[in-house]
């Protein structure tokens, strides 16, 4: 299987950034240099392989499903990562791999039952985490804790949680995502290079969108990137024909059924999400003006204005937790 885009993945090559969600456009695709197609492919094939490494167990899902493990907790969880991500601008992967130390963590460690600070703590750790790696410029870790954060934690009590973080995951935080295979398919689809700026950044946004659906945990990074390309490739004129059973031929050890299974959930989501977002037509009508009764200098008739500002809401301050550097709290 021969691969026709040369130079236009220096990240799987050397592991840095190769400056796609920075605003750089893509480099064409072109046939010119076949030895770094060849590494290119053997990496993307060397992804599929070790992406099993980086991902919950295949039973984590059905802790959601039975409601062994809070499905609306991890939703809020990663609203706010999201949110956090946007208020500084952090790059999509950072978002993404501070959901994927989450998810990891969760199926080997559980989190006590307090009210919800637990799982505050480990968004804001696995974030702070995501951001070292990936991020020039790293807020402090308390100004980190923006966009409606419930709790506020010491330095000390986060710090604390990462290391615990850090040794459940065996410190292996550079993961394999789906933004390590979007460019590569995005080539595959598109050899010439015409709309792969446009798949790339679509395929992005649609992997964002719906990394708070649990039902995606049942997939692998390669097959959520193929399905997000593919759906990214519906909005093209040139492209929506593609069949995306054809998708499996896009590198050795890609599985079909998977790849058109999660094309078809997320599909749906993101039709879902576009029907949400239309705007409502108001019909209109006819409105009739009554004449004012009362002369404009009658003190009755004037409107007092009062400034109703939503109560402060206030956020506690949590601190020293045992079971944050306890080998046995906190674990089932």
């Not at 790059?91 to 791999?97: A, G």
């Not at 598109?190 to 649609?206: C, E, H, V, W, Y």
Request: hydrophobic letters at 35%; aromatic letters at 10%; charged letters at 20%.
């Amino acid at each position: 299987m021969s691969v026709t885009c040369s130079g236009s993945f220096p990240d799987l090559l050397c592991g840095e950034d190769s400056g796609i969600f920075t605003g750089e456009s893509s480099p064409a695709c072109s046939s010119s240099d076949l030895e770094s197609s060849a590494s290119i492919e053997e990496s993307i094939a060397g992804f599929i392989e070790d992406e099993r490494n980086f991902v919950p167990g295949f039973d984590y899902l059905t802790r959601f499903q039975t409601q062994s493990l809070d499905a609306s907790a991890r939703e809020e969880s990663v609203a706010w990562i999201l949110k956090v991500q946007a208020y500084y601008n952090f790059l999509p992967l950072t978002s993404y791999l501070s959901v994927n130390y989450m998810d990891r963590f969760l199926y080997s460690r559980r989190l006590p039952d307090n009210n919800g600070w637990p799982w505050q703590l480990l968004s804001v750790a696995c974030l702070s985490l995501a951001a070292k790696m990936e991020e020039t410029v790293v807020p402090s870790l308390l100004d980190l804790q923006v966009e409606g954060a419930k709790y506020i934690f010491e330095t000390k009590t986060i710090r604390r949680m990462e290391l615990l973080v850090l040794s459940v995951l065996d410190w292996r935080l550079r993961s394999v995502t789906p933004f390590s295979f979007i460019d590569f398919f995005a080539c595959k689809l598109d050899p010439t290079g015409t709309f792969m700026g446009f798949l790339i950044s679509r395929a992005t946004k649609i992997i964002l969108s719906n990394i708070q659906e649990a039902s995606f945990l049942e997939y692998r990074p390669s097959s959520i990137a193929a399905a997000a390309i593919l759906c990214a490739a519906n909005e093209i004129p040139n492209l929506s024909l593609v069949n995306p059973e054809h998708a499996e031929s896009w590198c050795d050890g890609l599985s079909k059924e998977k790849i058109i299974s999660c094309y078809r959930l997320m599909q749906r989501l993101v039709l879902n999400d576009s029907r949400r977002k239309q705007p409502k037509v108001i019909p209109q009508l006819r409105v009739t003006i009554r004449p004012r009764m009362r002369s404009s200098c009658d003190p009755s008739s004037s409107s007092s204005s009062s400034s109703s500002s939503s109560p402060t809401y206030k956020r506690r301050k949590l601190n020293n937790y045992l079971w944050v550097g306890d080998d046995k709290g906190g674990s089932e």
